[in-house]
């Protein structure tokens, strides 16, 4: 194996290893401060102490992929910071290495990782957040059926079936699989030039074939004054399964789609005439999110190659984990404003990743010119 070789293997080695190190202290905080959340939660029920311990180690990855960019950051300076005052740095240079020959292992490193937290990380932890929130409603809200959406329900439209070009708009309150059930449902039926001209209200709907069956119906429209029904049918073209999976639009978590469940998402609502930003930002942060690692390596090449332990060292090390947590929360800040729909998906998801690139790419000029 050439020396140089050896050399990138061993910086990456050394990045990867600090990065699981540090994942893994963290994964012990989120894991104690969720489990003593959840006995917290549990206190007046008799539930099993292996239960909230489950739900506990269930919530460690999504706080992680909240901040993973972090991590990387973190691993990054500390990495440097240990190779440089072992002067193994100044070594590896003075045998001709650049300072971007030196960065080059452990940014690969980092993009690889990206790709492989998106791909295989993110769909695991979408996973195990299902399951954390089937616990969550079984043994905490004591719903023994899982729930699709929170008690402020959710939004339908379809098209009426017996009309042509009519409307249907569908809300229920809560929503039910395994059979797919909605509970407290109200339909407002519009005329093709957008006038409203009749509401049904139900306590519980059901969806058989090609049909919606309303039970326990109340029926207002011009003849109809508070019409109460056993039964009531409803012609419709929506299917369980796109229920299920993409009509959970506003009030669902976007957290709970995997990269590969977006996309079909995405073009489902839009098809269907809902609002689909949030779930586009989140789309993007995801794939943004390996060039976002790949800049956390740049950046904290500046701030943790320094050859000499003394105090301007340590500064610039505190100064990069601080920088860390401002662009976790600005990324925080930004995301919401694009799921807003104030500021263009592609800068909401985008311009952190393209800035701190550009900031570690001039940083690294700086520190290799001088």
Same mark, same amino acid.
């Given at each position: 194996?050439?020396?140089?070789?050896?050399?990138?293997?061993?910086?990456?080695?050394?990045?990867?290893?600090?990065?699981?190190?540090?994942?893994?202290?963290?994964? /012990?905080?989120?894991?104690?401060?969720?489990?003593?959340?959840?006995? @917290?939660?549990?206190?007046?029920?008799?539930?099993?102490?292996?239960?909230?311990?489950?739900?506990?180690?269930?919530?460690?990855?999504?706080?992680?992929? @909240?901040?993973?960019?972090?991590?990387?950051?973190?691993?990054?300076?500390?990495?440097?910071?240990?190779?440089?005052?072992?002067?193994?740095?100044?070594?590896?240079?003075?045998?001709?290495?650049?300072?971007?020959?030196?960065?080059?292992?452990?940014?690969?490193?980092?993009?690889?990782?990206?790709?492989?937290?998106?791909?295989?990380?993110?769909?695991?932890?979408?996973?195990?957040?299902?399951?954390?929130?089937?616990?969550?409603?079984?043994?905490?809200?004591?719903?023994?059926?899982?729930? *699709?959406?929170?008690?402020?329900?959710?939004? =339908?439209?379809?098209?009426?079936?017996? $009309?042509?070009?009519? @409307?249907?708009?569908?809300?229920?309150?809560?929503?039910?699989?395994?059979?797919?059930?909605?509970?407290?449902?109200?339909?407002?039926?519009?005329?093709?030039?957008?006038?409203?001209?009749?509401?049904?209200?139900?306590?519980?709907?059901?969806?058989?074939?090609?049909?919606? @069956? =309303?039970?326990?119906?109340?029926?207002?429209?011009?003849?109809?004054?508070?019409?109460?029904?056993?039964? &009531?049918?409803?012609?419709?073209?929506?299917?369980?399964?796109?229920?299920?999976?993409?009509?959970?639009?506003?009030?669902?978590?976007?957290?709970?789609?995997?990269?590969?469940?977006?996309?079909? *998402?995405?073009?489902? =609502?839009?098809?269907?005439?809902?609002?689909?930003?949030?779930? $586009?930002?989140?789309?993007?942060? /995801? =794939?943004?999110?390996?060039?976002?690692? /790949?800049?956390?390596?740049?950046?904290?090449?500046?701030?943790?190659?320094?050859?000499?332990?003394?105090?301007?060292?340590?500064?610039?090390?505190?100064?990069?984990?601080?920088?860390?947590?401002?662009?976790?929360?600005?990324?925080?800040?930004?995301?919401?404003?694009?799921?807003?729909?104030?500021?263009?998906?592609?800068?909401?998801?985008?311009?952190?990743?393209?800035?701190? /690139?550009?900031?570690?790419?001039?940083?690294? &000029?700086?520190?290799?010119?001088?």
């Amino acid at each position: 194996m050439k020396p140089s070789k050896r050399i990138n293997l061993y910086i990456a080695n050394h990045f990867l290893i600090k990065f699981l190190q540090i994942t893994l202290g963290f994964s /012990l905080l989120i894991f104690f401060i969720n489990f003593l959340e959840n006995v @917290e939660k549990v206190r007046d029920s008799e539930v099993p102490i292996y239960i909230t311990s489950l739900m506990a180690f269930l919530q460690i990855p999504d706080f992680l992929n @909240e901040i993973a960019p972090s991590l990387v950051l973190i691993s990054s300076i500390i990495t440097f910071f240990l190779l440089s005052g072992r002067s193994e740095i100044t070594i590896i240079r003075s045998s001709g290495f650049s300072m971007w020959q030196v960065l080059r292992p452990m940014a690969m490193s980092a993009l690889i990782l990206g790709i492989f937290w998106v791909l295989v990380f993110n769909p695991i932890s979408v996973l195990m957040t299902k399951k954390f929130n089937n616990l969550e409603a079984e043994y905490v809200k004591k719903e023994r059926r899982e729930m *699709l959406v929170p008690s402020n329900g959710i939004w =339908l439209k379809q098209n009426n079936i017996d $009309k042509d070009a009519e @409307e249907i708009v569908i809300q229920a309150k809560k929503v039910y699989k395994t059979p797919l059930e909605l509970d407290e449902v109200t339909m407002w039926f519009f005329e093709n030039n957008g006038q409203f001209y009749q509401k049904i209200d139900a306590k519980k709907m059901f969806l058989k074939g090609d049909l919606w @069956e =309303l039970q326990d119906v109340t029926i207002n429209d011009q003849k109809n004054l508070n019409k109460k029904q056993k039964t &009531y049918e409803v012609p419709t073209n929506l299917e369980s399964d796109f229920i299920i999976q993409t009509i959970i639009n506003n009030f669902q978590n976007v957290k709970l789609f995997s990269i590969f469940e977006l996309p079909s *998402l995405i073009q489902n =609502l839009q098809s269907s005439g809902f609002s689909s930003v949030k779930f $586009k930002v989140y789309l993007n942060s /995801l =794939l943004s999110k390996p060039f976002l690692f /790949l800049a956390m390596t740049l950046i904290a090449c500046y701030f943790g190659i320094n050859h000499n332990r003394n105090n301007k060292s340590i500064f610039l090390l505190f100064i990069g984990i601080t920088l860390g947590l401002i662009l976790y929360i600005t990324a925080g800040v930004i995301g919401a404003l694009g799921s807003s729909g104030l500021i263009p998906v592609f800068a909401s998801t985008w311009t952190i990743a393209i800035i701190c /690139l550009a900031i570690g790419t001039l940083l690294i &000029y700086r520190k290799e010119k001088f």
